[in-house]
């Protein structure tokens, strides 16, 4: 928390990040209209609009130049995906991207990074350690071949057949995964190599979908704020009284906090990391919140209308809080957030 | 974007020692216990020593009795006087008072109060509130009437923190009640000792004593008004936008009001480890954890939210994060300042207390929320029978 020190707080984007934003904002208001959304509900995939993102370098662009990427920023991503995120767009961004980069610094093979990089190859992670055991839900897992995971002190490249969809909330591509599921397996790093790897690639999936979380919320807020002036009472549009108005105001205000969590995470994660380490939690966590309130504000908002499916609303509804929901629960970032705060104090 | 630590260049490291130092010195434990007593957040000797070094115009060049200091060293003096409690609460209404004085106010009189600003024997306290208002500020009904070169001004105002130590009431009033609700305002900057003037005390929950004034057919020259007849609600907007921080930096404008809740944080933290040293629960129980980290999430969501969005965010946090650790801590955390057992000696205790003020005073948050609702979000205004009239 900034209060004794002496930081910049800049916020403003820099001129690529001006180009790379509209460029994908276009991209994606253009190729992914709430139709294509709707008619993904069952795969949880647009291969077109994935194919036209990676055309564009979505999944390069992270890449360090070493790997034939373009070496830019976890936080020009983090930019890219609150667009994505705006229209609800079913591409595996999020998961895909912070694979290929563990991928690149575990030193994977680099057929199998070349093949991730054109996104040709989808590649996944499984967000809780494994237990040979159990099966757990991995988001994307339903299209995706190559799984990244975690299990006993190992960072482990799995390769098989994408998993069977499961029906879900967020009408996404997730799908139970277990170690059993796959036909290689490769170890990437172990020991204190493979910690860091696992740890380094959930803090990256919690800032890229906190900003997913963030577009989500704002455009889910602009359709109730839309509503709410056209919709009248009484003669005056709903929007006019302080019972509609302030839960508006209140997700606006939640949406542009959890927004510059996310740029301020993204950057300090990969230029100052052990400054304010809870710093994705933080930022993932508040998301998490403020999308939640936003959907259920922006649904009530639009009353009966608001929960009838033909309403877009819903959909962004399911996902606000279908998205995020493999990484575990807030509560768990909660407690790991407070004890980085006191391990400072003491 | 950029959010690396700034290094400091030898000079700003000089400054920084020097301003140790000098707090040290001056922010005795008797200056703190006498705060204590009159809860006013106000001694002049001390701010008479901040005045000395130029530190209460800080930006000001040297010749007009400023530090000439960069923006770095600036920051860095006002954070270490808010970490500190440093009772120097007329600074910042002076500062705002004087944007306008500064724009718009006669300019003999600008430059009879300049260095005066400037060394401290001049403070300004901010006369806007009225007992029937609240936070509707341009009702104002405190009246000016012309008398030859003079004004005569009858009625009062509310919540005028800092009147009993300022030289100066920066008054809203009204000089035309047959106009237009916020076109017949005028402002004036009253000397507080005028013939007329009574100031009656106001205690408050978060220990800071505020009054009210009392304007019984007080005479003021003409040379006090500032800005046009007429003209007051433009005047005003200069200081109430900087107090609203609109068009402002990014950082949120709440901060300073929830800074009890984070010193109240770090002493949770640091008594949750203590508390475990001598064999009892907590700091390493899942839900003290998960609860204390809500708090830390929201207070820096606070931080991190710009502008009027700040000032709802921060203090909206500053209350519900002051009474979710009153629970957390448990029954100890509702002992005061001084009192044995006292979480952090009364920080808990005191942050809740504190919080329930920040979301009113300067604009409640109701104003707030609807400036974010018709200004950013372009919602339609709600018409209320006394939006333009009185």
């Not at chain 1, 995470?265 to 994705?280: G, H, I, K, R, V």
């Not at chain 2, 270490?80 to 006669?106: F, K, M, N, S």
């Not at chain 2, 064999?279 to 830390?296: A, K, V, Y």
Request: contains cysteine; charged residues 25%.
């Amino acid at each position: 928390m900034g209060y004794d020190e002496l930081r910049r707080y800049d916020y403003s984007l820099e001129e690529h990040q001006v180009a790379l934003v509209k460029a994908f904002g276009d991209l994606f208001e253009k190729e992914c209209p709430p139709a294509v959304v709707r008619a993904s509900e069952g795969s949880g995939f647009a291969p077109d609009l994935w194919k036209r993102a990676n055309h564009m370098g979505l999944t390069s662009m992270s890449i360090p130049a070493s790997f034939g990427g373009d070496d830019s920023s976890l936080l020009d991503v983090a930019l890219v995906a609150e667009h994505a995120g705006a229209v609800l767009a079913p591409v595996p961004l999020v998961s895909h991207v912070v694979a290929c980069r563990a991928l690149a610094w575990a030193g994977a093979p680099r057929e199998v990074i070349d093949a991730a990089l054109t996104g040709e190859r989808i590649v996944t992670l499984a967000l809780a350690p494994v237990t040979p055991a159990a099966k757990q839900l991995v988001p994307e897992a339903a299209i995706a071949g190559d799984v990244l995971a975690y299990e006993a002190g190992e960072f482990i490249l799995h390769s098989g057949s994408p998993r069977k969809s499961v029906p879900n909330h967020a009408g996404s591509a997730v799908g139970w995964w277990s170690p059993s599921s796959s036909d290689h397996r490769l170890v990437l790093a172990s020991g204190a190599d493979a910690d860091d790897l696992f740890r380094r690639a959930c803090d990256e999936w919690k800032i890229l979908m906190a900003a997913s979380l963030v577009g989500l919320a704002d455009r889910a807020l602009s359709i109730g704020v839309e509503f709410s002036k056209t919709r009248k009472t009484m003669r005056v549009p709903i929007g006019s009284l302080q019972g509609v108005s302030f839960p508006l105001a209140d997700g606006a205000i939640g949406v542009e906090g959890a927004r510059n969590l996310v740029s301020r995470s993204a950057w300090m994660l990969e230029n100052a990391p052990d400054d304010q380490p809870e710093l994705p939690r933080i930022a993932f966590s508040y998301a998490r919140e403020v999308a939640a309130d936003v959907v259920a504000t922006s649904v009530h908002v639009q009353g009966g209308l608001g929960v009838s499916l033909e309403a877009d609303i819903t959909m962004y509804f399911n996902r606000a809080t279908a998205w995020p929901a493999p990484a575990g629960r807030i509560s768990e970032d909660f407690a790991e957030i407070a004890a980085a705060f006191a391990s400072r104090i003491r | 974007m950029d959010f690396s630590t700034i290094t400091l260049s030898p000079a700003q490291e000089a400054f920084r020692d020097e301003l140790r130092e000098f707090l040290d010195s001056h922010l005795t434990e008797e200056v703190y216990a006498r705060d204590r007593e009159r809860k006013d957040n106000f001694d002049e000797d001390f701010y008479l020593a901040l005045g000395s070094r130029g530190w209460l115009t800080p930006e000001w060049p040297k010749s007009e009795g400023g530090a000439d200091l960069d923006e770095v060293c600036s920051v860095h003096l006002e954070q270490e006087l808010e970490r500190r409690r440093a009772p120097d609460y007329a600074a910042g209404t002076t500062r705002l008072v004087w944007i306008a004085v500064a724009q718009c106010g006669d300019p003999v009189l600008r430059e009879e109060l300049k260095p005066r600003v400037a060394s401290g024997t001049a403070r300004f306290c901010l006369g806007y509130t009225e007992p029937e208002g609240g936070s509707d500020i341009a009702a104002a009904r405190t009246r000016a009437v012309r008398d030859g070169n003079d004004w005569i001004i009858n009625g009062s105002k509310m919540f005028t923190t800092g009147a009993h130590y300022s030289q100066y009431v920066f008054l809203l009033v009204r000089t035309d009640s047959s106009l237009p609700k916020h076109r017949g305002l005028t402002m004036f900057l009253v000397p507080l000792n005028s013939d007329g003037v009574d100031i009656q005390p106001l205690h408050t929950l978060g220990d800071e004593r505020t009054n009210i004034t009392y304007y019984n057919d007080v005479r003021v020259s003409d040379r006090y008004r500032i800005g046009e007849v007429n003209n007051g609600w433009a005047v005003l907007h200069g200081p109430l936008d900087a107090e609203h921080s609109i068009g402002g930096d990014s950082m949120s404008v709440g901060a300073t009001h929830m800074r009890p809740l984070y010193e109240a944080l770090e002493a949770t933290a640091r008594w949750a480890n203590e508390n475990q040293a001598s064999g009892g629960s907590t700091d390493d129980d899942p839900l003290f954890r998960s609860t204390l980290g809500r708090i830390i999430v929201h207070a820096e969501a606070g931080l991190a939210t710009p502008g009027p969005m700040g000032r709802v965010k921060c203090t909206e946090t500053a209350v519900s994060g002051a009474r979710q650790l009153v629970d957390l801590v448990g029954p100890v955390a509702m002992l005061p300042f001084g009192t044995e057992g006292a979480v952090g000696d009364g920080e808990i205790e005191f942050a809740h207390r504190h919080a329930q003020a920040t979301t009113i005073y300067g604009g409640s948050v109701e104003v707030f929320r609807s400036l974010i609702a018709e200004s950013i979000l372009k919602l339609p205004r709600p018409d209320f029978p006394g939006r333009k009239n009185l």
